[in-house]
C-alpha cells in the first residue's frame, strides 16, 4: 500500500456519477484549472461537456468515478474511448480534486479505479493529456507508469494541453 492512502479518511466513498453532480463537478474543474492558471482556451475549461459530465460518460466504455466524503463531492476522474485513438486505447480525463482532496491519495485510488475499468473495458492502453501547470497531478501519473508522448494521439480537440503521456495496461 502506498504510503500516501494511509491518511485517507475511511469514510470516502467512490461511485458513478449521477446527473446531480454535473454543476458541483464543472465548478471543482474550472475552479482547478483557475488556481493553476490553466484556464486558458484548448481546455476543458471551455468545453461545453464539462457542464454535462453524466451525459457525456452514457457513451459506451467510458466511465466517471466521483469521490465524496460525508456526501460532499470531493472530485472525480474518469475514461473515455476518445475519437481517433488507436484500437484498444481510451483516455484518461476530467481528474479533478478540491484543494482539501490532493495529497491524501484519493487522486491515486480515482485513478487506479479508472485504469481498472478500463482494463475490463478491454483496453490496452490509456492515453492522457495534460498541462506542464497541473505538475501535482504529473507526479501522480509518472508514478503510476505513464511515459511521455512528443505528439498527441486522438482528437481531443484541447489544443491547450501541452503534455502527452500514454500508459500500457
Not at 464543472?26 to 484556464?39: D, K, M, P, S, Y
Not at 466517471?64 to 474518469?78: P, Q, S, T
Not at 482494463?119 to 492522457?128: D, E, K
Request: hydrophobic residues 40%; contains cysteine; aromatic residues 12%.
Amino acid at each position: 500500500m502506498n504510503s500516501t492512502q494511509n491518511y485517507l479518511p475511511s469514510n470516502i466513498n467512490i461511485r458513478n456519477i449521477q446527473p446531480f453532480d454535473n454543476p458541483e463537478l464543472a465548478v471543482i474543474v474550472r475552479n482547478t484549472l483557475t488556481e493553476f492558471g490553466a484556464n486558458v482556451p484548448g481546455t476543458v475549461f471551455f468545453d461545453p461537456t464539462t457542464d454535462a459530465l453524466f451525459e457525456l460518460f452514457q457513451t459506451e466504455k467510458s466511465a466517471y468515478f466521483v469521490a465524496e466524503i460525508d456526501g460532499k463531492l470531493l472530485g472525480g476522474g474518469g475514461i473515455f474511448p476518445t475519437e481517433g485513438l488507436p484500437n484498444g486505447t481510451c483516455e484518461l480525463v476530467k481528474m479533478y480534486l478540491l484543494p482539501e482532496a490532493r495529497g491524501i491519495g484519493l487522486g491515486r485510488m480515482l485513478m487506479e479505479r479508472c485504469l481498472e475499468t478500463a482494463g475490463n473495458y478491454g483496453f490496452q492502453q490509456i492515453y492522457l493529456e495534460t498541462l506542464p501547470e497541473l505538475n501535482l497531478a504529473v507526479k501522480v501519473y509518472e508514478k503510476l507508469g505513464f511515459e511521455y508522448l512528443s505528439t498527441p494521439l486522438g482528437n481531443t480537440k484541447h489544443f491547450g494541453c501541452g503534455l502527452w503521456m500514454l500508459k500500457k495496461l
